[in-house]
């Protein structure tokens, strides 16, 4: 089956810092990727669409240049939460759809625990 | 726009008994739906899916769904519900040709032995 990696799983930083996060689709390519930030016991929020190539689309209320998104190669995209503060603290979570497999089923990275102190 | 609406916060079986879900969606197309589980600190693994044919779904875990156009409902359930199904369990739409999916709120299950 599909599998899609999340590095790293957890993350502690201090508050002003940047902290950068992969999602690796391990075996197959990946035009799409999305990120989901998760608070506890609640559900999780699509943040952004990452575009292979192209600029990722953000979704409203999502601040572009505190999550920065690149994806640069058809099976690596990365979220980098820039000058990092407690209230970023969350769970985030990456997916991509295996279209070659099947159109609309999403796999899901294990997800990045972030804690800024 | 769609939504998904997952009316159960929080859910307590016996291990053994059987399990029922509820979920209800509303979009404007045939929608489609899925059911992912997600245990402690991990990421969302996809049980079942409905695109379109058989309004009964077989997923894996023994878990199975109902697609209800009628309604707006896509219930999952379980006949016999084991101590590792404890876990959250979200409902979701997808949004046609985005691939973005709509998700509930989640359903907390607790299973008691």
């Known amino acids: 089956g599909a599998v899609v990696s999340q590095h790293p799983s957890r993350v502690i930083c201090k508050s002003g810092t940047s902290v950068k996060i992969e999602c690796r689709s391990l075996d197959f390519q990946a035009t799409t990727m999305f990120w989901y930030r998760q608070f506890p016991k609640q559900s999780l929020m699509l943040m952004a669409t990452?575009?292979?190539?192209?600029?990722?689309?953000?979704e409203q209320g999502v601040e572009k240049d505190k999550f920065l998104i690149n994806h640069a190669s058809l099976t690596l995209s990365t979220l980098t939460v820039t000058s990092a503060h407690p209230e970023d603290s969350s769970f985030y979570i990456c997916?991509?759809?295996?279209?070659?497999?099947?159109?609309?089923?999403?796999?899901f990275g294990a997800g990045t625990r972030l804690s800024v102190l | 726009a769609q939504s998904v609406t997952q009316p159960d916060i929080h859910i307590t079986v016996s291990e053994g008994a059987s399990l029922e879900l509820r979920c209800n969606y509303s979009?404007?197309?045939?929608?489609?739906l899925f059911w992912y589980v997600q245990s402690p600190g991990q990421g969302l693994q996809l049980l079942l899916k409905y695109f379109s044919g058989d309004t009964l779904v077989q997923g894996i875990k023994g878990f199975e769904a109902e697609f209800k156009r009628s309604q707006s409902s896509f219930n999952l359930r379980k006949p016999s519900v084991h101590w590792s199904d404890a876990a959250e369990y979200f409902c979701a739409v997808g949004a046609g040709d985005t691939d973005k999916l709509i998700f509930g709120t989640g359903t907390r299950l607790q299973v008691f032995p």
């Open positions: 979009y404007g197309a045939t929608p489609y």
């Open positions: 997916s991509a759809p295996n279209r070659a497999a099947a159109k609309n089923i999403q796999y």
């Open positions: 990452s575009n292979e190539g192209s600029k990722a689309t953000y």
